[in-house]
């Protein structure tokens, strides 16, 4: 299964990818979590709400349509 695109990030952590760049720029952190990330992740797959969208078709029989 491909992943969702906001889990990406989470493969490239788990890769340690935020490490190696982090030493590579010798970067200095304040040692935040992806808690917020992971929570943001969970709103988006897990919404409490559906949204409607609507595509007008006004030009659907021109060629380049």
Do not use: C
Request: aromatic content about 8%; hydrophobic content about 45%; charged content about 20%.
């Amino acid at each position: 299964m491909k992943p969702y695109l906001y889990e990406i990030p989470l493969i490239l952590i788990d890769q340690g990818l935020d490490t190696f760049i982090i030493q590579k720029l010798e970067l200095k952190t304040n040692g935040n979590t992806i808690d917020r990330w992971l929570s943001i992740l969970e709103i988006l797959k897990n919404p409490t709400q559906a949204t409607e969208i609507a595509i007008v078709g006004k030009y659907i029989a021109h060629q380049s349509a």
